[in-house]
Protein backbone atom coordinates (compact mmCIF):
# COMPACT_ATOMS: atom_id res chain seq x y z
CA UNK A 1 0.00 0.00 0.00
CA UNK A 2 2.00 2.28 -1.49
CA UNK A 3 0.54 5.40 0.87
CA UNK A 4 0.77 3.67 4.15
CA UNK A 5 4.68 3.47 3.13
CA UNK A 6 4.82 7.20 1.73
CA UNK A 7 3.19 8.06 5.10
CA UNK A 8 5.27 6.14 7.43
CA UNK A 9 8.44 7.55 5.48
CA UNK A 10 7.02 11.31 5.95
CA UNK A 11 6.46 10.23 10.19
CA UNK A 12 9.85 9.03 10.18
CA UNK A 13 11.85 12.16 8.67
CA UNK A 14 9.57 14.52 11.11
CA UNK A 15 10.26 12.08 13.96
CA UNK A 16 14.20 12.20 13.47
CA UNK A 17 13.67 15.98 13.49
CA UNK A 18 15.52 16.75 9.81
CA UNK A 19 14.87 20.11 8.89
CA UNK A 20 14.98 22.12 12.58
CA UNK A 21 17.49 24.97 12.63
CA UNK A 22 20.25 23.89 15.22
CA UNK A 23 19.51 25.59 18.36
CA UNK A 24 22.57 27.30 19.75
CA UNK A 25 24.00 24.65 22.24
CA UNK A 26 25.36 26.45 25.19
CA UNK A 27 26.08 25.30 28.68
CA UNK A 28 26.44 27.77 31.83
CA UNK A 29 30.12 28.14 33.06
CA UNK A 30 32.00 29.91 35.73
CA UNK A 31 32.63 33.34 35.10
CA UNK A 32 36.07 33.10 36.47
CA UNK A 33 37.88 36.54 37.97
CA UNK A 34 39.98 37.11 35.03
CA UNK A 35 43.70 37.40 35.13
CA UNK A 36 45.86 38.03 38.10
CA UNK A 37 46.66 41.39 37.30
CA UNK A 38 46.39 44.17 37.72
CA UNK A 39 44.93 43.73 41.22
CA UNK A 40 41.77 45.04 42.83
CA UNK A 41 41.89 47.37 45.26
CA UNK A 42 39.51 48.75 48.13
CA UNK A 43 38.54 51.95 46.60
CA UNK A 44 34.85 50.26 45.15
CA UNK A 45 32.00 52.79 44.19
CA UNK A 46 28.57 51.03 44.12
CA UNK A 47 26.04 52.30 41.74
CA UNK A 48 22.29 51.39 41.53
CA UNK A 49 21.16 50.00 38.25
CA UNK A 50 17.02 51.47 37.52
CA UNK A 51 14.13 50.86 35.63
CA UNK A 52 13.09 53.79 33.47
CA UNK A 53 10.70 54.41 35.94
CA UNK A 54 13.45 54.57 38.99
CA UNK A 55 12.83 51.40 40.49
CA UNK A 56 15.87 49.53 41.30
CA UNK A 57 16.91 46.19 39.32
CA UNK A 58 20.23 45.92 40.58
CA UNK A 59 23.50 46.90 42.15
CA UNK A 60 27.38 46.67 40.46
CA UNK A 61 30.93 48.47 41.54
CA UNK A 62 33.92 49.44 40.37
CA UNK A 63 37.28 50.14 41.30
CA UNK A 64 37.64 53.59 41.24
CA UNK A 65 41.88 52.92 41.15
CA UNK A 66 41.75 51.14 37.90
CA UNK A 67 38.58 53.32 36.44
CA UNK A 68 38.16 57.07 35.57
CA UNK A 69 33.97 57.61 34.96
CA UNK A 70 33.84 60.03 32.43
CA UNK A 71 29.88 59.50 32.29
CA UNK A 72 27.70 59.16 34.94
CA UNK A 73 24.01 58.74 34.55
CA UNK A 74 22.19 61.71 36.27
CA UNK A 75 18.65 60.19 36.01
CA UNK A 76 17.13 57.36 36.03
CA UNK A 77 15.90 58.08 32.06
CA UNK A 78 19.33 57.82 30.93
CA UNK A 79 20.16 54.63 28.70
CA UNK A 80 23.74 54.66 29.97
CA UNK A 81 24.27 53.80 33.54
CA UNK A 82 27.91 54.90 33.44
CA UNK A 83 31.21 54.81 31.14
CA UNK A 84 34.39 53.81 32.56
CA UNK A 85 37.79 54.19 31.24
CA UNK A 86 41.27 53.20 31.49
CA UNK A 87 43.98 55.15 29.59
CA UNK A 88 46.87 52.33 30.54
CA UNK A 89 45.24 49.84 28.92
CA UNK A 90 42.89 51.79 26.35
CA UNK A 91 39.87 50.20 28.28
CA UNK A 92 36.52 51.67 28.06
CA UNK A 93 33.43 49.96 29.60
CA UNK A 94 29.74 51.52 28.74
CA UNK A 95 27.02 49.99 31.17
CA UNK A 96 23.80 51.04 30.00
CA UNK A 97 20.29 49.38 30.17
CA UNK A 98 19.00 46.13 28.17
CA UNK A 99 15.83 45.06 27.18
CA UNK A 100 14.52 41.39 26.57
CA UNK A 101 16.04 38.57 26.47
CA UNK A 102 19.92 38.74 27.33
CA UNK A 103 21.40 36.42 24.46
CA UNK A 104 19.26 38.11 21.93
CA UNK A 105 21.06 41.29 22.35
CA UNK A 106 24.11 40.11 22.90
CA UNK A 107 24.48 37.94 20.05
CA UNK A 108 22.82 40.83 17.66
CA UNK A 109 25.44 43.43 18.75
CA UNK A 110 28.14 41.02 16.65
CA UNK A 111 26.51 39.54 14.13
CA UNK A 112 25.82 43.68 12.94
CA UNK A 113 29.61 44.41 13.92
CA UNK A 114 30.41 40.80 11.59
CA UNK A 115 28.20 41.95 8.75
CA UNK A 116 28.76 45.92 8.44
CA UNK A 117 32.25 45.92 9.37
CA UNK A 118 33.52 42.53 9.08
CA UNK A 119 34.12 41.87 13.14
CA UNK A 120 35.07 38.06 13.54
CA UNK A 121 32.93 36.58 16.46
CA UNK A 122 34.32 34.55 19.45
CA UNK A 123 32.94 32.31 21.33
CA UNK A 124 29.18 32.43 23.09
CA UNK A 125 27.66 31.56 26.31
CA UNK A 126 26.14 31.99 29.93
CA UNK A 127 28.88 32.25 32.20
CA UNK A 128 27.77 32.48 36.09
CA UNK A 129 29.54 35.07 38.21
CA UNK A 130 30.26 34.90 41.78
CA UNK A 131 27.05 36.22 43.39
CA UNK A 132 24.82 33.68 40.56
CA UNK A 133 23.96 36.43 38.72
CA UNK A 134 24.11 34.98 34.80
CA UNK A 135 25.69 37.07 31.98
CA UNK A 136 25.42 35.98 27.82
CA UNK A 137 28.94 36.60 26.62
CA UNK A 138 29.92 37.29 23.32
CA UNK A 139 33.02 38.62 21.47
CA UNK A 140 34.30 40.05 18.73
CA UNK A 141 37.22 41.35 17.18
CA UNK A 142 39.04 43.22 13.81
CA UNK A 143 42.50 43.78 14.00
CA UNK A 144 43.48 45.73 17.30
CA UNK A 145 39.90 46.54 17.80
CA UNK A 146 38.91 44.16 20.51
CA UNK A 147 35.20 43.93 21.94
CA UNK A 148 33.40 41.99 24.82
CA UNK A 149 29.74 42.29 25.26
CA UNK A 150 28.42 40.83 28.63
CA UNK A 151 24.49 40.90 29.03
CA UNK A 152 22.08 40.45 32.22
CA UNK A 153 18.73 39.61 32.93
CA UNK A 154 17.78 41.28 36.54
CA UNK A 155 14.21 41.11 36.33
CA UNK A 156 12.10 39.17 33.15
CA UNK A 157 12.42 41.70 30.16
CA UNK A 158 15.03 43.92 31.72
CA UNK A 159 18.34 44.44 32.76
CA UNK A 160 22.15 45.24 31.80
CA UNK A 161 24.45 45.23 28.97
CA UNK A 162 28.30 45.73 29.32
CA UNK A 163 30.37 46.50 26.57
CA UNK A 164 34.38 46.90 26.83
CA UNK A 165 36.57 48.16 24.49
CA UNK A 166 40.37 47.41 24.08
CA UNK A 167 42.83 47.74 21.72
CA UNK A 168 44.36 44.45 23.12
CA UNK A 169 42.78 40.99 24.24
CA UNK A 170 44.45 41.61 27.71
CA UNK A 171 42.95 44.01 29.18
CA UNK A 172 39.22 42.29 28.65
CA UNK A 173 40.63 40.10 31.06
CA UNK A 174 41.84 42.45 33.94
CA UNK A 175 41.18 41.99 37.56
CA UNK A 176 39.21 45.18 37.97
CA UNK A 177 37.07 44.56 34.78
CA UNK A 178 35.78 40.76 36.16
CA UNK A 179 35.60 42.33 39.65
CA UNK A 180 33.24 44.75 38.19
CA UNK A 181 31.02 41.72 36.39
CA UNK A 182 31.53 39.78 39.10
CA UNK A 183 29.49 42.60 41.40
CA UNK A 184 26.55 42.74 39.33
CA UNK A 185 23.82 41.46 41.27
CA UNK A 186 19.67 41.27 40.52
CA UNK A 187 17.47 43.49 43.55
CA UNK A 188 16.02 39.90 44.92
CA UNK B 1 -0.87 52.61 -40.33
CA UNK B 2 2.49 50.90 -39.07
CA UNK B 3 0.40 50.78 -35.56
CA UNK B 4 -2.88 49.44 -38.22
CA UNK B 5 -0.69 46.78 -39.56
CA UNK B 6 1.06 45.46 -36.01
CA UNK B 7 -2.65 45.14 -35.06
CA UNK B 8 -3.60 43.06 -37.80
CA UNK B 9 -0.47 41.09 -37.55
CA UNK B 10 -1.06 40.58 -33.72
CA UNK B 11 -4.83 39.74 -34.18
CA UNK B 12 -3.80 37.05 -37.17
CA UNK B 13 -1.47 35.34 -34.87
CA UNK B 14 -3.65 35.62 -31.58
CA UNK B 15 -5.58 32.94 -32.72
CA UNK B 16 -2.45 30.66 -33.09
CA UNK B 17 -1.07 31.63 -29.63
CA UNK B 18 -4.11 30.88 -27.65
CA UNK B 19 -3.79 27.35 -29.18
CA UNK B 20 -0.63 27.01 -27.88
CA UNK B 21 -2.16 27.02 -24.40
CA UNK B 22 -2.85 23.88 -22.78
CA UNK B 23 -6.05 22.69 -21.68
CA UNK B 24 -6.90 22.48 -18.23
CA UNK B 25 -6.51 18.57 -17.54
CA UNK B 26 -9.75 19.05 -14.56
CA UNK B 27 -11.46 21.72 -13.83
CA UNK B 28 -11.60 23.44 -10.13
CA UNK B 29 -15.41 22.78 -9.74
CA UNK B 30 -15.19 18.98 -10.48
CA UNK B 31 -12.62 18.74 -7.43
CA UNK B 32 -14.09 15.69 -5.39
CA UNK B 33 -16.09 16.17 -2.49
CA UNK B 34 -15.03 15.61 1.19
CA UNK B 35 -10.98 14.84 0.05
CA UNK B 36 -8.71 15.17 3.53
CA UNK B 37 -6.11 14.27 4.98
CA UNK B 38 -3.85 14.91 8.60
CA UNK B 39 -0.86 13.86 9.30
CA UNK B 40 -0.44 13.39 12.56
CA UNK B 41 3.46 13.31 14.38
CA UNK B 42 5.49 13.37 17.16
CA UNK B 43 8.98 14.59 16.79
CA UNK B 44 11.69 15.49 18.69
CA UNK B 45 14.09 18.13 18.44
CA UNK B 46 16.94 19.00 20.28
CA UNK B 47 16.89 21.59 23.05
CA UNK B 48 13.34 22.66 22.28
CA UNK B 49 11.38 18.99 23.81
CA UNK B 50 8.49 16.79 22.14
CA UNK B 51 6.28 18.25 20.18
CA UNK B 52 2.93 16.47 19.15
CA UNK B 53 1.28 17.88 16.56
CA UNK B 54 -0.93 17.56 13.34
CA UNK B 55 -1.04 19.36 9.58
CA UNK B 56 -4.49 18.87 7.90
CA UNK B 57 -6.19 19.84 4.59
CA UNK B 58 -9.50 19.66 3.75
CA UNK B 59 -11.21 20.09 -0.05
CA UNK B 60 -14.45 21.30 -1.12
CA UNK B 61 -15.83 20.45 2.00
CA UNK B 62 -19.71 19.29 1.40
CA UNK B 63 -19.33 20.11 -2.21
CA UNK B 64 -19.45 23.87 -1.03
CA UNK B 65 -16.02 24.22 -3.15
CA UNK B 66 -14.83 25.30 0.61
CA UNK B 67 -11.21 24.06 1.72
CA UNK B 68 -9.82 24.37 5.07
CA UNK B 69 -6.30 24.22 6.42
CA UNK B 70 -5.17 23.09 10.18
CA UNK B 71 -2.15 23.27 11.54
CA UNK B 72 -1.77 22.64 15.29
CA UNK B 73 1.57 21.27 17.73
CA UNK B 74 2.45 22.03 20.90
CA UNK B 75 5.29 20.77 23.23
CA UNK B 76 4.80 19.23 26.37
CA UNK B 77 7.32 18.83 29.13
CA UNK B 78 9.05 21.80 30.93
CA UNK B 79 12.05 22.35 28.23
CA UNK B 80 10.64 24.78 26.48
CA UNK B 81 6.88 26.31 26.21
CA UNK B 82 6.14 26.55 22.21
CA UNK B 83 2.71 26.09 20.32
CA UNK B 84 1.01 26.65 16.83
CA UNK B 85 -2.14 27.02 15.93
CA UNK B 86 -3.42 28.00 12.34
CA UNK B 87 -6.60 27.66 10.66
CA UNK B 88 -7.59 28.83 7.21
CA UNK B 89 -10.80 28.92 5.32
CA UNK B 90 -10.30 29.37 1.91
CA UNK B 91 -12.19 29.59 -1.26
CA UNK B 92 -15.23 30.68 0.18
CA UNK B 93 -17.36 32.02 -2.44
CA UNK B 94 -19.18 35.14 -2.49
CA UNK B 95 -21.80 36.91 -4.91
CA UNK B 96 -19.96 37.10 -7.84
CA UNK B 97 -19.21 34.07 -9.80
CA UNK B 98 -15.19 33.72 -9.46
CA UNK B 99 -15.04 35.75 -6.41
CA UNK B 100 -13.99 34.19 -3.36
CA UNK B 101 -12.22 35.08 0.37
CA UNK B 102 -9.78 33.31 2.61
CA UNK B 103 -9.39 34.09 5.72
CA UNK B 104 -6.24 32.67 8.02
CA UNK B 105 -5.68 32.96 12.11
CA UNK B 106 -2.69 32.11 13.59
CA UNK B 107 -1.66 32.09 17.03
CA UNK B 108 1.93 30.99 17.63
CA UNK B 109 4.33 31.17 20.43
CA UNK B 110 7.94 30.20 19.97
CA UNK B 111 10.81 30.12 23.19
CA UNK B 112 13.18 29.88 21.20
CA UNK B 113 13.18 31.70 17.50
CA UNK B 114 16.23 31.54 15.50
CA UNK B 115 16.86 34.35 13.08
CA UNK B 116 19.35 35.78 10.75
CA UNK B 117 20.09 39.77 10.65
CA UNK B 118 19.15 40.56 6.58
CA UNK B 119 21.99 41.71 4.12
CA UNK B 120 23.97 40.18 1.51
CA UNK B 121 26.90 39.74 3.94
CA UNK B 122 24.82 38.32 6.95
CA UNK B 123 26.84 36.24 9.20
CA UNK B 124 26.31 32.42 10.02
CA UNK B 125 25.32 33.65 13.60
CA UNK B 126 21.68 32.59 14.63
CA UNK B 127 19.77 35.21 17.22
CA UNK B 128 17.63 34.06 19.54
CA UNK B 129 14.35 35.55 20.08
CA UNK B 130 11.12 34.84 22.15
CA UNK B 131 8.10 35.05 19.19
CA UNK B 132 4.53 35.74 20.54
CA UNK B 133 2.36 36.64 18.14
CA UNK B 134 -1.19 36.45 16.56
CA UNK B 135 -1.71 36.67 12.73
CA UNK B 136 -5.01 37.53 10.63
CA UNK B 137 -5.36 36.98 7.07
CA UNK B 138 -8.10 38.22 4.84
CA UNK B 139 -7.91 37.49 0.94
CA UNK B 140 -10.64 38.03 -1.33
CA UNK B 141 -9.66 36.94 -4.80
CA UNK B 142 -11.09 36.93 -8.51
CA UNK B 143 -10.46 33.79 -10.94
CA UNK B 144 -11.61 34.48 -14.20
CA UNK B 145 -11.07 31.88 -17.44
CA UNK B 146 -10.92 28.47 -15.10
CA UNK B 147 -8.60 30.06 -12.91
CA UNK B 148 -6.11 31.26 -15.58
CA UNK B 149 -6.51 35.18 -14.64
CA UNK B 150 -6.28 35.34 -10.56
CA UNK B 151 -6.28 38.71 -8.80
CA UNK B 152 -6.22 38.62 -5.34
CA UNK B 153 -5.68 41.36 -2.45
CA UNK B 154 -3.56 40.24 0.76
CA UNK B 155 -5.01 41.66 3.90
CA UNK B 156 -2.41 41.32 6.85
CA UNK B 157 -2.82 42.01 10.28
CA UNK B 158 -0.37 41.08 12.73
CA UNK B 159 -0.33 41.50 16.80
CA UNK B 160 2.88 40.50 18.11
CA UNK B 161 3.90 41.22 21.96
CA UNK B 162 7.32 43.04 22.83
CA UNK B 163 8.99 44.28 25.98
CA UNK B 164 8.48 47.97 26.27
CA UNK B 165 10.88 50.33 27.74
CA UNK B 166 10.11 48.92 31.79
CA UNK B 167 10.53 45.85 30.47
CA UNK B 168 6.72 44.97 30.70
CA UNK B 169 5.32 43.03 27.82
CA UNK B 170 3.88 44.87 24.89
CA UNK B 171 1.42 44.47 22.00
CA UNK B 172 2.60 46.26 18.66
CA UNK B 173 -0.28 45.57 16.17
CA UNK B 174 -0.38 46.37 12.52
CA UNK B 175 -1.97 46.25 9.33
CA UNK B 176 0.29 45.38 5.94
CA UNK B 177 -1.20 44.83 2.17
CA UNK B 178 -0.34 43.56 -1.23
CA UNK B 179 -1.66 42.46 -4.37
CA UNK B 180 -1.58 39.74 -6.24
CA UNK B 181 -1.66 38.75 -9.96
CA UNK B 182 -1.09 35.41 -11.62
CA UNK B 183 -1.81 34.44 -15.37
CA UNK B 184 -1.54 30.40 -14.99
CA UNK B 185 -1.38 29.18 -18.85
CA UNK B 186 -0.71 25.81 -17.44
CA UNK B 187 -2.93 22.65 -17.44
CA UNK B 188 -3.43 22.00 -13.80
CA UNK B 189 -3.64 25.21 -10.79
CA UNK B 190 -2.42 22.76 -8.24
CA UNK B 191 -0.10 19.97 -10.58
CA UNK B 192 1.00 21.55 -13.54
CA UNK B 193 2.62 19.73 -15.89
CA UNK B 194 2.83 21.80 -18.78
CA UNK B 195 2.58 25.70 -19.63
CA UNK B 196 3.71 28.90 -18.66
CA UNK B 197 2.70 30.72 -14.76
CA UNK B 198 3.57 34.56 -14.67
CA UNK B 199 2.94 36.60 -11.83
CA UNK B 200 3.72 39.78 -10.06
CA UNK B 201 2.72 40.84 -6.02
CA UNK B 202 3.24 44.51 -4.98
CA UNK B 203 3.06 46.03 -1.39
CA UNK B 204 0.30 48.36 -1.17
CA UNK B 205 -0.45 51.02 1.31
CA UNK B 206 -2.23 49.65 4.35
CA UNK B 207 -5.01 51.21 6.42
CA UNK B 208 -4.69 51.06 10.02
CA UNK B 209 -7.78 49.88 11.17
CA UNK B 210 -10.07 47.14 9.29
CA UNK B 211 -12.62 43.96 10.71
CA UNK B 212 -9.18 42.28 11.44
CA UNK B 213 -8.46 44.44 13.89
CA UNK B 214 -6.90 48.00 14.74
CA UNK B 215 -2.96 49.23 14.59
CA UNK B 216 -1.61 49.99 18.24
CA UNK B 217 -0.43 53.48 19.11
CA UNK B 218 3.09 52.16 19.09
CA UNK B 219 2.92 50.41 16.01
CA UNK B 220 6.47 51.29 13.43
CA UNK B 221 4.74 51.57 9.81
CA UNK B 222 6.30 55.29 9.34
CA UNK B 223 9.70 54.09 7.47
CA UNK B 224 8.36 51.43 6.43
CA UNK B 225 5.39 52.98 4.54
CA UNK B 226 8.74 54.49 2.63
CA UNK B 227 9.15 51.42 0.87
CA UNK B 228 7.56 50.25 -2.47
CA UNK B 229 7.97 45.90 -2.72
CA UNK B 230 7.45 44.27 -5.67
CA UNK B 231 8.31 40.76 -6.81
CA UNK B 232 7.98 38.62 -10.18
CA UNK B 233 7.91 35.42 -10.31
CA UNK B 234 8.43 32.87 -13.78
CA UNK B 235 7.35 29.36 -13.96
CA UNK B 236 8.23 27.33 -17.01
CA UNK B 237 6.89 23.17 -17.51
CA UNK B 238 8.36 21.48 -19.87
CA UNK B 239 6.42 17.34 -20.27
CA UNK B 240 9.09 14.56 -21.12
CA UNK B 241 6.40 11.95 -22.24
CA UNK B 242 3.52 11.24 -19.97
CA UNK B 243 5.03 11.05 -16.81
CA UNK B 244 8.04 13.74 -16.69
CA UNK B 245 7.87 17.11 -16.37
CA UNK B 246 10.94 19.80 -16.26
CA UNK B 247 9.63 22.50 -13.86
CA UNK B 248 11.75 25.72 -14.34
CA UNK B 249 11.31 28.71 -11.96
CA UNK B 250 12.32 31.95 -11.41
CA UNK B 251 11.59 34.76 -8.82
CA UNK B 252 13.11 38.41 -7.94
CA UNK B 253 12.13 40.84 -5.74
CA UNK B 254 13.33 44.15 -5.22
CA UNK B 255 12.57 46.40 -2.84
CA UNK B 256 13.37 50.96 -3.34
CA UNK B 257 12.87 53.88 -1.03
CA UNK B 258 14.58 55.22 2.20
CA UNK B 259 18.04 54.50 0.93
CA UNK B 260 19.24 57.32 2.82
CA UNK B 261 18.52 55.72 5.97
CA UNK B 262 21.50 53.39 5.29
CA UNK B 263 19.42 50.80 7.20
CA UNK B 264 20.09 47.17 5.60
CA UNK B 265 16.92 46.59 4.70
CA UNK B 266 14.71 43.16 4.02
CA UNK B 267 12.48 42.96 0.95
CA UNK B 268 12.19 39.61 0.69
CA UNK B 269 13.94 36.80 0.92
CA UNK B 270 15.45 33.42 -1.06
CA UNK B 271 13.44 30.70 -1.69
CA UNK B 272 16.27 27.94 -1.23
CA UNK B 273 14.75 24.71 0.47
CA UNK B 274 18.57 24.13 2.06
CA UNK B 275 18.77 26.78 3.82
CA UNK B 276 16.43 28.09 6.82
CA UNK B 277 13.54 30.42 6.17
CA UNK B 278 14.83 33.90 5.83
CA UNK B 279 18.16 33.03 5.55
CA UNK B 280 19.04 35.45 2.87
CA UNK B 281 17.28 38.49 2.56
CA UNK B 282 18.22 42.47 1.22
CA UNK B 283 16.94 45.04 -1.16
CA UNK B 284 17.22 42.55 -4.43
CA UNK B 285 16.89 38.57 -4.47
CA UNK B 286 16.59 36.50 -7.24
CA UNK B 287 16.17 32.69 -6.97
CA UNK B 288 16.12 30.38 -10.03
CA UNK B 289 15.22 26.40 -9.50
CA UNK B 290 14.91 23.89 -11.77
CA UNK B 291 13.00 20.65 -10.20
CA UNK B 292 12.58 17.19 -12.44
CA UNK B 293 9.25 15.66 -11.02
CA UNK B 294 8.54 12.18 -12.34
CA UNK B 295 5.07 10.68 -11.64
CA UNK B 296 3.78 7.14 -10.93
CA UNK B 297 -0.03 6.75 -11.02
CA UNK B 298 -1.65 4.70 -8.44
CA UNK B 299 -5.51 5.78 -8.78
CA UNK B 300 -5.71 4.20 -5.35
CA UNK B 301 -8.52 5.15 -2.81
CA UNK B 302 -7.80 6.12 0.16
CA UNK B 303 -10.87 6.00 2.52
CA UNK B 304 -8.79 5.52 6.62
CA UNK B 305 -9.30 8.19 9.15
CA UNK B 306 -5.77 9.35 8.27
CA UNK B 307 -6.74 10.46 4.52
CA UNK B 308 -9.78 10.02 2.45
CA UNK B 309 -9.51 10.66 -1.35
CA UNK B 310 -8.30 9.41 -4.34
CA UNK B 311 -4.03 9.22 -4.35
CA UNK B 312 -3.81 9.69 -8.05
CA UNK B 313 -0.56 9.95 -8.47
CA UNK B 314 2.98 9.60 -5.96
CA UNK B 315 5.61 12.32 -7.39
CA UNK B 316 9.37 12.03 -7.52
CA UNK B 317 11.47 14.77 -7.60
CA UNK B 318 15.06 16.29 -7.79
CA UNK B 319 15.73 19.54 -8.01
CA UNK B 320 18.35 22.32 -7.46
CA UNK B 321 17.99 25.72 -6.72
CA UNK B 322 20.48 29.30 -7.24
CA UNK B 323 20.21 32.32 -5.84
CA UNK B 324 21.74 35.47 -4.52
CA UNK B 325 20.70 38.96 -2.51
CA UNK B 326 21.98 42.71 -2.72
CA UNK B 327 21.38 45.61 -1.56
CA UNK B 328 21.78 46.79 -5.36
CA UNK B 329 20.07 45.49 -8.51
CA UNK B 330 23.53 45.67 -9.58
CA UNK B 331 25.73 42.29 -10.85
CA UNK B 332 25.92 41.38 -7.58
CA UNK B 333 23.12 39.27 -7.52
CA UNK B 334 24.75 37.10 -10.34
CA UNK B 335 28.22 36.80 -8.00
CA UNK B 336 29.10 34.44 -5.44
CA UNK B 337 25.30 32.35 -5.95
CA UNK B 338 24.04 30.59 -2.94
CA UNK B 339 23.30 26.82 -3.71
CA UNK B 340 21.17 24.08 -2.92
CA UNK B 341 19.46 20.69 -3.74
CA UNK B 342 17.78 18.02 -2.83
CA UNK B 343 15.13 15.31 -3.59
CA UNK B 344 11.25 15.47 -3.09
CA UNK B 345 8.14 13.22 -2.35
CA UNK B 346 4.70 14.10 -3.41
CA UNK B 347 1.74 12.08 -2.60
CA UNK B 348 -1.47 14.06 -5.35
CA UNK B 349 -4.62 13.16 -3.52
CA UNK B 350 -7.42 14.74 -6.11
CA UNK B 351 -6.32 18.71 -5.42
CA UNK B 352 -4.12 18.59 -2.37
CA UNK B 353 -0.67 18.05 -2.90
CA UNK B 354 1.30 16.51 0.14
CA UNK B 355 4.95 17.43 -0.10
CA UNK B 356 8.05 16.30 1.44
CA UNK B 357 11.52 17.65 0.37
CA UNK B 358 14.65 17.35 1.89
CA UNK B 359 17.30 19.91 0.70
CA UNK B 360 20.90 19.85 1.15
CA UNK B 361 23.13 23.34 1.03
CA UNK B 362 26.74 24.64 2.91
CA UNK B 363 24.14 25.08 5.54
CA UNK B 364 23.37 21.47 6.10
CA UNK B 365 19.94 19.85 5.54
CA UNK B 366 16.61 20.82 5.80
CA UNK B 367 12.90 19.10 5.77
CA UNK B 368 10.05 20.39 4.38
CA UNK B 369 6.54 18.33 5.02
CA UNK B 370 3.87 20.98 3.77
CA UNK B 371 0.68 21.37 1.49
CA UNK B 372 1.18 22.10 -2.08
CA UNK B 373 4.19 22.72 -4.75
CA UNK B 374 6.52 25.22 -4.06
CA UNK B 375 5.78 26.61 -7.08
Known amino acids: MPFKKMLIAGLLFWLLGCGASAPVQEEKAPLGSGSSSPATSSSLVTQLITRTNGENLGIFSYDTQYFTPIYLADSSTDAAFVVLVNVDFSLQVTLSRALGRPDTLCRYLPAVLARDQKFEIGKAGFKTNDLGQDLYHTSASLASDYRSFYCGELAPGSGVLITALANDPIPLESGPFFSLLNSIEAFK | ?375
Open chain 2, 1 to 375: MKRLLLLLLFLLLASDLFALIPDRRRLFEDREENVYMLIPAIASLPGLGLFAGVLGSFSNIGGSGIDAAVTEANTFGSQSDIHIRAYALREVPLFINGLTVEYWFGDIKFADFYTYLPGRDSPDFVIPQTGKFKYYFLRPAYRLWQRRINLTYNLVFFKGFGVNGEGEEALAASHSASLDFLLDLTDDWVDPRRGIRMGYSQKLPAPTKSVLGKNSENSIQGYDQELTSKSYNLGLYIPFGNQATLALYEERFLTTGGEDSGQVVSGGSLRLRGYPAGRWSDRFGDTKIAEFRYNIPINYQIDSIFAKGRLDDLQWALFYEEGQVSPLNDRQLKENLHQSSGVGLRALIDAIVLRLDVATSEAGFQTHLTIDHAF
